[in-house]
């Protein structure tokens, strides 16, 4: 994927998480000066341009990046609800629109839409399933937009598992196949594990890891429906 334009410099936190969580390439610019001093030798892949902070700088970003020679496209803006009538006069600057305060998984549905519309985006190496997102790329982790955090070990354990939706391992396998060697601790360390990822996987979750009585562990229904 192409490096992206995003405005401002530096972009709120929960902006700069979700690019990062969707694997795209980005670097931040405060000014339209900034965007041509760090514009790529193939030039900018698109822009995300947050018009909450300096919505003036902001729409000058946007009308700059789209009066050129070859105008930057895919270019998302986000605004208020107060910006809202504004779009009308300016929706030759833009692609698209997000409302803030935004969900991340809406923002990062619409960058990937209008990436792919116009053929620069390369999707994500990702494992998806029933809200899970997990990108191989950043090893970060998501669930219904909500960023798990996860230590590298319950992070590999939970790559394994929904890379094979529907089957029962053992704790012994489990250990072999995501630790690769003869643990220390033995078959308890899988259930510690379990036990947190559960946790951070919340309430509502936590049951797309199942205990199969006597067996082990299965996450997601059994290709039978079980």
């Not at 390439?25 to 339209?32: C, D, L, P, Q």
């Not at 209008?114 to 190496?125: A, D, H, I, K, N």
């Not at 790329?137 to 669930?143: L, P, V």
């Not at 790559?159 to 690769?180: C, D, H, M, Y």
């Amino acid at each position: 994927m192409e490096l992206a334009a995003v405005f401002p410099d530096p972009p709120p936190p929960d902006l700069a998480r979700t690019l990062d969580l969707g694997g795209f390439r980005w670097k931040a610019v405060g000014s339209t000066e900034a965007a041509a001093a760090n514009e790529p030798a193939a030039g900018w892949g698109g822009a995300v341009v947050s018009c909450d902070q300096d919505p003036e700088g902001a729409w000058a970003l946007c009308r700059s990046l789209r009066k050129r020679d070859t105008p930057v496209t895919p270019l998302l803006v986000l605004v208020s609800g107060s910006q809202l009538a504004d779009l009308e006069l300016r929706n030759d600057l833009f692609d698209d629109f997000c409302l803030t305060p935004f969900h991340p998984v809406e923002v990062e549905a619409r960058l990937k839409h209008l990436f792919w519309r116009g053929g620069g985006g390369v999707r994500p190496e990702l494992v998806e399933y029933s809200g899970l997102a997990l990108n191989l790329e950043t090893y970060q982790a998501s669930i219904e937009g909500r960023p798990l955090d996860l230590t590298y070990m319950e992070y590999e354990l939970l790559k394994f598992l929904a890379q094979n939706p529907g089957k029962v391992f053992t704790r012994e396998i489990l250990l072999s196949r995501v630790w690769g060697y003869e643990y220390y601790g033995g078959a308890r360390t899988v259930d510690v594990h379990i036990r947190r990822l559960r946790a951070k996987l919340g309430e509502e979750q936590a049951n797309l890891i199942q205990t199969v009585r006597s067996v082990g562990y299965r996450f997601g229904q059994s290709r039978w429906g079980t």
